[in-house]
T-cell receptor, first 111, second 110 residues
Framework: SQTIHQWPATLVQPVGSPLSLECTVE??????LYWYRQAAGRGLQLLFYSVGIGQISSEVPQNLSASRPQDRQFILSSKKLLLSDSGFYLC??????????FGQGTRLTVV | QKEVEQNSGPLSVPEGAIASLNCTYSDRVSQSFFWYRQYSGKSPELIMS????GDKEDGRFTAQLNKASQYVSLLIRDSQPSDSATYLC??????????FGTGTSLTVIP
């Protein structure tokens, strides 16, 4: 079965510091991969999605970037974090070609 | 991003009652629709998917889709305290993107 691994589970970072969140998928090949952010009390905002290695689509211009160096690896990065980058970051993939499922998420607090 | 609208609630129902959750979406070409349940501090989990107009039933859950009205709903029958969570409506875009509403918080009162 397909599973998504995300780490770390929680992260506290100072303003201006860099960020790297990693997501890996098991049990499938060439998956569609997604990064979402959920700010406190808000819905899921689609940040990036990828249909293959090196292919990244950005939904919202912001302080973040994404990369897909390997088929089942998706990385979310920032060079300098802002307070507004705080939130719950979720990596997602597809099951059965149409249904999105999520990793356990990373709760990021920028202080 | 495509718009998906939900009433944020909170919605409170007594145990055993029917909970009704509603969602509207803006993109007329959307073809796939989903309901996720999210417990506090956890990631969302898929509970229902629907692709055609009409009703789809799975246990105590019924999803209803009306593409002409751009409306999706979720009914939870015989609500249980364990159903207390935030319910997220999601709509599939044309390029395998998924857009989520802000969620409706449901509390089932014992």
């Amino acid at each position: 079965s397909q599973t998504i691994h995300q780490w770390p589970a929680t992260l506290v970072q100072p303003v201006g510091s860099p960020l790297s969140l990693e997501c890996t998928v098991e049990g499938t090949s060439n998956p569609n991969l997604y990064w979402y952010r959920q700010a406190a009390g808000r819905g899921l905002q689609l940040l990036f999605y990828s249909v293959g290695i090196g292919q990244i689509s950005s939904e919202v211009p912001q302080n973040l970037s994404a990369s897909r160096p390997q088929d089942r690896q998706f990385i979310l990065s920032s060079k300098k974090l802002l307070l507004s980058d705080s939130g719950f970051y979720l990596c997602a993939s597809l099951r059965g070609r149409t249904e999105a499922f999520f990793g356990q998420g990373t709760r990021l607090t920028v202080v | 991003q495509k718009e998906v609208e939900q009433n944020s609630g909170p919605l409170s129902v007594p145990e055993g009652a029917i909970a009704s959750l509603n969602c509207t979406y803006s993109d007329r070409v959307s073809q796939s629709f989903f309901w996720y349940r999210q417990y506090s501090g956890k990631s969302p989990e898929l509970i229902m998917s629907i692709y055609s107009n009409g009703d789809k039933e799975d246990g105590r859950f019924t999803a209803q889709l009306n593409k002409a009205s751009q409306y999706v709903s979720l009914l939870i029958r015989d609500s249980q305290p364990s159903d207390s969570a935030t319910y997220l409506c999601a709509v599939g875009g044309t390029g395998n993107q998924f857009y989520f509403g802000t969620g409706t918080s449901l509390t089932v009162i014992p």
